[in-house]
T-cell receptor, first 113, second 111 residues
């Protein structure tokens, strides 16, 4: 089944404790992206990657890191999480269809206390 | 940059038709997308417009006018399960494949 997976789905952590949210896709997509979604603000892009070893900042990159060592994986790293990073996070990948539409993972709900 | 506007909330009756509007401003338009998102779930792709006109897909249709910076999503024969948030997103030539999302329209379908 073609899909984007994320882990963990839910995470409660404390300020300053490094964490990684994994993202993997099995559709051989070149494009991958991370978004955060907050009430009243909608989906905002954090980082994206056009291909292996190619990453770039989105609209809200502060406090986040990413890497793209393999085509299928695009982890999101929070080196020192803070309470303002409490949010719902989505990973997405973009395919070879004519629209190059993006497919989203199930989301990771992160709470930083 | 881009400025995308859509209504915050809409209510419609089961079996009716509803139109959700989206206006945008962008310097290098390269496609407009509509996504559906149920509460607590991932957005799912509904439609894509890059040329002017209407794209029909079952009960859902999407329209685009590039000269007016305007799109709408039309939902026919509304069902209770259509209660969700509908996200308008624009792709810009200068940002590759990146999508800029509006804040979404929360649609409530009532019996």
């Amino acid at each position: 089944e073609a899909q984007v997976t994320q882990n963990p789905r839910y995470l409660i952590t404390v300020t300053g404790k490094k964490l990684t949210v994994t993202c993997s896709q099995n559709m051989n997509h070149e494009y991958m992206s991370w978004y955060r979604q907050d009430p009243g603000l909608g989906l905002r892009q954090i980082y994206y990657s056009m291909n292996v070893e190619v990453t770039d900042k989105g609209d809200v990159p502060e406090g986040y890191k990413v890497s793209r060592k393999e085509k299928r994986n695009f982890p999101l790293i929070l080196e020192s999480p803070s309470p303002n990073q409490t949010s719902l996070y989505f990973c997405a990948s973009g395919g070879q269809g004519s629209a190059y539409e993006q497919y989203f993972g199930p989301g990771t709900r992160l709470t930083v206390t | 940059g881009q400025n995308i506007d859509q209504p915050t909330e809409m209510t419609a009756t089961e079996g009716a038709i509803v139109q959700i509007n989206c206006t945008y401003q962008t310097s290098g338009f390269n496609g407009l997308f509509w996504y559906q998102q149920h509460a607590g779930e991932a957005p799912t792709f509904l439609s894509y417009n890059v040329l002017d006109g209407l794209e029909e897909k079952g009960r859902f249709s999407s329209f685009l006018s590039r000269s007016k910076g305007y799109s709408y999503l039309l939902l026919k024969e509304l069902q209770m399960k259509d209660s969700a948030s509908y996200l308008c997103a624009v792709r810009d030539q200068d940002s590759g494949y990146a999508l800029n999302f509006g804040k979404g329209t929360s649609l409530l379908v009532t019996p």
